[in-house]
């Protein structure tokens, strides 16, 4: 079953997704799992979450606020694939606070699909690279999937609380990707994931 096809009207999961405004994490981790061959039905959070709940649910869902990307690690340790990182998209300035260099998100491969994190206000630590980024108060995220293809258009599925799940094509991931501002974490995910 391809990710999309997972999400369909009358697929359990596609039947949760409608039904609940889930988070974003919660619906891309019941979304890896499906991929990793876990199809329960009925599909209920809890039933996703049972199986594996210390060892992938926790971490998918960012339980813990000194693992900010555990939702990417998560997914990787489930299916494979490798992470990108951006401790700062956009604009970077210099000690005398001009402009010193344009910083992209990371790239996207065409023809695959991807776990996007991102993060505004993060405490990104004293470490190069993502090991020692911390969430603190007033930090937000989101988890979402996105798969370009060959022409580089976008689809892109989110989940959030207030506004339930949403399908969106079209769009373009280029340059700084409208992620100015943000860290950004994205996993690459295998081929063999549809």
Known sequence: ????ESIE??????TLARGEA???????????????????DPATVDAYAAPLRDAYWA???????EAP???LTAARDLLGGHWAYEGLVGERADDDGNTAELVNAPRL?????HVVQ????????????PSDDEVIDGATGHTYLVYVDAAGACTVVQSR??????????????????????????????????
């Open 118 to 129: 991102r993060w505004r206000g993060l405490e990104l630590g004293v470490g190069v690279g």
């Open 161 to 194: 609380t207030a506004l339930g799940l949403r399908v969106s094509t079209g769009g373009t991931w280029v340059g700084t990707a409208g992620l100015d501002g943000y860290s950004v974490g994205v996993l690459t995910l295998p081929s063999e994931v549809v």
């Open 109 to 113: 491969t065409p023809g695959r699909w």
């Open 59 to 65: 971490p998918a869902n960012v339980w813990s606020r």
């Open 69 to 71: 990307w555990s939702a």
């Open 1 to 4: 079953m391809t990710i999309l």
């Open 22 to 40: 889930l988070p974003c994490c919660t619906l891309v981790a019941c979304m890896m799992l499906e991929q990793a061959g876990y199809h329960p």
């Open 9 to 14: 009207e009358g697929t359990p999961l596609g």
